[in-house]
Nanobody
Framework: QVQLVESGGGLVQAGGSLRLSCAAS????????MAWYRQAPGKQRELAAA???????HYADSVKGRFTISRDNAKNTVYLQMDTLKPEDTGVYYC??????????????WGQGTQVTVSS
């Protein structure tokens, strides 16, 4: 069993910044990719940013140049620095991790989500 716990969401004005954190715990042998997904009201969940264990990153076009994903492998933690926030960034942000557990099972795990609201 693996748990992902997000923190750092909140309410900010357009142009402001937030930093999200996600810490993984449980029966973890190793973590490959970690990612942040988001779901705006009335829309499907989409990938915002992802990072591999080697540090390679991917960003959705809508957040390139504004968001930065990073990870601390020693702490099993991924971060999302969000700058120059726009109202369209509003939504629930979910942490995701591909995890190899100690009993040799590979799985895709999700956090509970954290709300980000950007006001005009």
């Amino acid at each position: 069993q693996v748990q992902l716990v997000e923190s750092g969401g909140g309410l900010v004005q357009a142009g402001g910044s937030l930093r999200l954190s996600c810490a993984a715990s449980g029966s973890i042998f190793s973590i490959n990719a970690m990612a942040w997904y988001r779901q705006a009201p009335g829309k499907q969940r989409e990938l915002a940013a992802a990072i591999t264990s080697g540090g390679n990153t991917h960003y959705a076009d809508s957040v390139k140049g504004r968001f930065t994903i990073s990870r601390d492998n020693a702490k099993n933690t991924v971060y999302l620095q969000m700058d120059t926030l726009k109202p369209e960034d509003t939504g629930v942000y979910y942490c995701n991790a591909v995890v190899l557990t100690h009993d040799a099972q590979i799985g895709d795990y999700w956090g509970q989500g954290t709300q980000v609201t950007v006001s005009s």
